[in-house]
């Protein structure tokens, strides 16, 4: 790929496709790591007087509608507070964006056009008449082959990798390419139907594969126990099966929860119990990892020298069944390995125990650092090597 920072930026149009689809509750921006995200690129193109212009989208409009609520212009606002400097908002812009070494300006909802999602011709071409280099940013993206992710970098007069996008692409390389071992790879998370594909792409990497959260429960049937009420998902045990024996197979320590936190109903004021796997009655359910399998997991991270974590090891969002999850960030935290860390609740699980400083490297992308880590490629991606060789068409 070309980096942004190959370039000479001076004076030029230079559109950054960043990705801006911030949590938001009442219009009020209740996270804001991916505007801060951003921010080294955007310093970056501006020092060397680039005319900057922001792409992004904002949750799931109908295309073709204006809706209010997913308007960016409340991100263009706290946008300019985090840059210092004003951040013009465009409602209109596919015609034409006026824009001035210096100066930033964010486009509205990418997802307004009709197009969009479909990577239209006419409107990729349309979007890449907009710029003289197209920066490709948005990292939690660019799984998605949309018209302003990968239409607008085929036909830009040059398409290049922002930092950002750099930045999150060396870290999985290095967490998974050349990693210093022995590898861990820590998965939970509700369903085990949404991340059969990269427990098994995992396996092939690591050294430790530890399984937690709802979608262990497969797991502890496929070895024959039963998990009462607890979330199961009956179809998917035989590919648990065969993912224990192909770790067996390959010398892969797959480690199963071996005790739990177990109560009748999913609530604050439940009466919680740390049951033996042999021990769990039919109208319980598994709610969290217990204190054997915590210390276990302990164990294996303090070893570790290189940690990938995605996904909650409970119910960690209820006081009485988050000590596994914040056992198991507390001691991703205080390693000194390289660890990397993504995926929507997890997010939300480091930020709960504010321990973001002390985890390597975050990921911004959910989806997209899921696919990556399952052995996909990025259409974004592959779209921006194409053009480190080839000529816009
Ligand atoms: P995911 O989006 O797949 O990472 O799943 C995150 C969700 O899994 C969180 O909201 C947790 O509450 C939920 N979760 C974790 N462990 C369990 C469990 N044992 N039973 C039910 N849900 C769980």
């Keep these: 790929m070309i980096s942004l920072a190959q370039l000479d930026l001076n004076q030029k149009r230079v559109l950054i496709r960043v990705d801006l689809n911030v949590p938001l509750q009442n219009g009020k921006i209740t996270n804001d790591a991916r505007l801060k995200a951003i921010i080294p690129t ?75 999602k479909a990577n239209d011709l006419s409107l990729s071409k349309k979007m890449a008449a907009l710029c003289d280099i197209f920066v490709m940013d948005a990292f939690a993206t660019a799984h998605r082959a949309e018209a302003s992710t990968v239409g607008i970098a085929q036909y830009a007069p040059v398409a290049a990798a922002g930092l950002l996008l750099s ?65 199961l998902e009956p179809t998917f045990i035989a590919e648990a099966i065969a993912l224990l024996a192909r770790a067996k197979n390959k010398g892969v320590q797959l480690i199963v929860p071996i005790d739990a936190v177990v109560a009748k109903t999913i609530s604050e004021t439940a009466e919680t119990r740390i049951s033996d796997l042999t021990d769990i009655a039919t109208d319980e359910k598994i709610l969290d990892v217990g204190p054997k399998t915590s210390q276990l997991i302990d164990a294996i991270i303090q070893r570790a020298g290189t940690i990938v974590w995605n996904g909650p090891l409970g119910v960690f969002e209820l006081s009485s069944f988050e000590n596994g999850t ?40 959910g989806g997209a650092f899921l696919e990556y880590l399952e052995g996909k490629t990025l259409p974004a991606v592959t779209m921006l090597e194409a053009r480190s060789t080839l000529k816009a068409d």
């Design 167 to 231: 930045a999150e692409l060396t870290a999985l390389e290095k967490a998974l390419r050349d990693p210093k071992h022995p590898v861990v790879a820590v998965v939970g998370g509700a369903k085990v139907s949404d991340k059969c594909l990269l427990l098994g792409s995992l396996l092939d990497k690591v050294d430790t594969l530890i399984v937690g959260g709802g979608l262990a429960n497969t797991f502890i049937a496929a070895q024959g126990y039963s998990v009462g009420g607890s979330l």
């Design 326 to 365: 914040k056992r198991v960030v507390d001691a991703i935290a205080n390693v000194s390995a390289f660890s990397l860390a993504g995926g929507g609740e997890t997010l939300a699980a480091i930020e709960k125990y504010g321990v973001s400083e002390k985890i390597s490297y975050i990921s911004t992308g």
């Design 42 to 116: 955007l310093k970056f193109a501006l020092n060397v007087h680039a005319c900057v212009i922001l792409m992004s989208h904002l949750g799931r409009p109908e295309e073709g509608v204006y809706t209010e609520a997913l308007s960016l212009k409340p991100i263009a606002e706290r946008l300019s507070i985090l840059m210092n400097q004003p951040v013009r908002f465009v409602k209109d812009w596919l015609e034409g964006v006026e824009v001035k070494p210096g100066e930033i300006v964010l486009c509205e909802n990418v997802r307004f056009n009709i197009g969009e």
